[in-house]
């Protein structure tokens, strides 16, 4: 690996730590950082490496194991978290980030390894484009619960970036692969945006229903 490869991994490293640093002081309930927390600091790590390949000669095989190893650490930290009593929405949000982080590095490898156009840059973005949203319309930042359908697609996504990274997969296959995947990726987040929309309607006929009875009552 380049002096330039190991300054990028470095940078990127960096960049994670402090972001969970400056989100942990505030948002993280326990005293100790926890053994959940350090296993998907450990992802993060493995993310930081693959995705300093970006810029840098193909290394499919590279990426493939190290995404992979990386994915397969997924569930532990979950497990940590509810082995040792340390269940937190920060370690959720933690590992939802670097799971994002993971599908957006990967999108970013195939699109330049050319085994999909750059449309595949749009299995990534889809995670900051709903949270860029949010800042606009405050009915997309309502928590939900987490579902087996979005869990099971994220997986879903990220196995399919790794299939197509794959040297041996020809790109006309790469890229309908790719597609299949971001299409149920799509899907998934659609299904969230209207179960929001819902949960948001919803709230606001409560709030009417509520008036009218306070109307009523002091009628």
């Known amino acids: 690996m380049t002096t330039a490869y190991l300054m990028k991994a470095g ?19 326990f005293p100790r950082f ?3 927390n350090q296993a998907t600091s450990v992802r993060a790590l493995i993310v930081a490496l ?11 095989a590279f990426a493939v194991v190290a995404a992979a190893a990386g994915t397969l650490l997924d569930g532990v930290d979950g497990w940590l978290a509810r082995r040792t009593r340390m269940v937190s929405a920060f370690g959720a949000r933690y590992d939802m980030e670097i799971d994002a982080l993971l599908i957006q590095v990967l999108a970013v490898l195939v699109w330049r390894y050319g085994k999909a156009g750059s449309w595949v840059l749009a299995s990534g973005l889809w995670r900051y484009a709903f949270f860029a949203a949010g800042r606009v319309w405050p009915w997309l930042r309502r928590p939900l619960a987490p579902t087996v359908r979005a869990k099971t697609i994220c997986v879903i996504q990220i196995a399919a970036l790794l299939v197509a990274l794959l040297p041996s997969i ?42 009218a009875q306070s109307v009523d009552c002091s009628g």
């Open 50 to 60: 693959v995705a300093a390949l970006i810029g840098e000669a193909p290394h499919p």
């Open 11 to 29: 940078g990127a490293c960096a960049a994670i730590a402090l972001i969970v640093v400056s989100r942990a002081g505030a948002d993280h309930p």
């Open 170 to 211: 020809e790109p006309a296959t790469s890229s309908v692969i790719a597609a299949a995947a971001l299409a149920a990726l799509s899907y998934s987040f659609l299904a969230d945006i209207g179960r929001l929309w819902r949960l948001s309607r919803s709230d606001q006929q409560a709030v009417v229903s509520g008036f």
């Open 34 to 36: 926890g053994l959940a």
